[in-house]
Nanobody, 124 residues
Framework: QVQVVESGGGLVQAGGSLRLSCAAS????????MGWFRQAPGKERELVAA????????FLTDSVKGRFTISRTDAKNTIYLQMDSLRPEDTSLYYC?????????????????WGQGTQVTVSS
């Protein structure tokens, strides 16, 4: 049984930092592409960052470039999202997801397994 577990969310002031972690277990292959999505109330779910199975390729949405970094642990389906210079508009429920591909995946339909989400709240 596949499990995707996120951790690291919380409340932070604008300009602060948080680091999200996500561990996926029970997968049939070790180097799945993974990603972080977020969804705020009343808004559509959006891809924030994605990383290939090898970790050599990454994607960041424009609004977080220069502030967020996605990385993964070698040989494990564990990824991280380092979030710096946080803004109130980053407030959202952040979801980790696991793709059926090994290359960077940008569409939600490319992801088969999802975590329950971790809340990030940035106060002004």
């Amino acid at each position: 049984q596949v499990q995707v577990v996120e951790s690291g969310g919380g409340l932070v002031q604008a300009g602060g930092s948080l680091r999200l972690s996500c561990a996926a277990s029970g997968l049939t292959f070790r180097r799945a592409a993974m990603g972080w999505f977020r969804q705020a109330p009343g808004k559509e779910r959006e891809l924030v960052a994605a990383i290939s199975g090898s970790g050599r390729s990454t994607f960041l949405t424009d609004s977080v470039k220069g502030r967020f970094t996605i990385s993964r642990t070698d040989a494990k389906n564990t990824i991280y999202l380092q979030m710096d210079s946080l803004r109130p508009e980053d407030t959202s429920l952040y979801y980790c997801a696991v793709s059926h591909t090994i290359e960077v995946a940008r569409a939600a339909s490319d992801y088969d397994y999802w975590g329950q989400g971790t809340q990030v709240t940035v106060s002004s």
